[in-house]
């Protein structure tokens, strides 16, 4: 009998949605090629604004949004050293197919979880507050966003760890709550019930269902 685990709504369970959109900007911030020596904080200063300017476009459609982050995202998040993360020791449990199928459909479940969120965007902006230095050389970005409307604003932090000479960011931290510890804890009850066939079946089905939602907007 099939089980009827489903993935939950992953971070909108514990931020509010229009924090996704944050997130989802967070896991763009690094689309432009890096400057010989530029830092992390470079990276974020000089790219969000970009970024934001996409979100802010009403001459694009939701879908040319999708397209025009998915590009960003899927070329400078480093989802092999996101993947492994979320899995932890999970990840050995999965074959090379497995492994390449997980990092496949994470990406997409990513894009699709985000994309539905994308006119939540209210002309948010970023300060950046600085940066400090991690384990393994990573460095973590501190910033503020500043809410349209005034009121506290949402801290934010982008870790980036650097592969080759570009830096390439691994998390995003959103009011305390890290989008690989959330989805690490999801994935690791639904591997204990089902293993990698399981997992890679629901994130399957969870893509598929929200792909059929954006479709209708």
Same mark, same amino acid.
């Given at each position: 009998m099939k089980a009827n685990n489903q993935i939950p709504k992953l971070t909108t369970q514990v931020i509010p949605i229009w924090s996704c959109i944050v997130a989802c900007i967070g896991l763009c911030l690094a689309w @432009?090629? @890096?400057a010989e020596g530029a830092t992390p904080s470079d990276i974020v200063s000089k790219t =969000? *604004? @970009?970024v934001i300017d996409v979100l802010q476009n009403k001459d694009l459609s939701l879908l040319e949004k999708r397209a025009n982050i998915e590009k960003i995202v899927y070329a400078n998040v480093d989802f092999d050293v996101v993947s492994r993360l979320v899995l932890a020791r999970n990840w050995s449990k999965f074959n090379d197919a497995q492994q390449a199928e997980f990092i496949n459909e994470f990406k997409k479940h990513i =894009?699709? *979880?985000y994309s539905k969120n994308i006119d939540s965007f209210n002309n948010e902006k970023v300060v950046i507050d600085g940066e400090r230095e991690e384990a393994r050389g990573d460095r973590t970005v501190l910033t503020r966003i500043l809410r349209s409307g005034g009121g $506290?604003?949402? %801290?934010? !932090?982008y870790r980036l760890r650097k592969k #080759? $000479? !570009?830096w390439m960011i691994i998390d995003v931290i959103v009011e305390g709550v890290s989008m690989i510890s959330n989805f690490r804890s999801q994935f690791q009850e639904i591997m204990t019930k #089902? #293993?990698?066939d399981h997992l890679l079946e %629901? %994130?399957?089905e969870k893509s598929a269902a929200a792909e059929k939602e954006l479709e209708g907007k």
């Open positions: @432009a090629p @890096a =969000s *604004t @970009a =894009s699709a *979880t $506290e604003p949402f %801290l934010v !932090q #080759g $000479e !570009q #089902g #293993g990698p %629901l %994130l399957r």
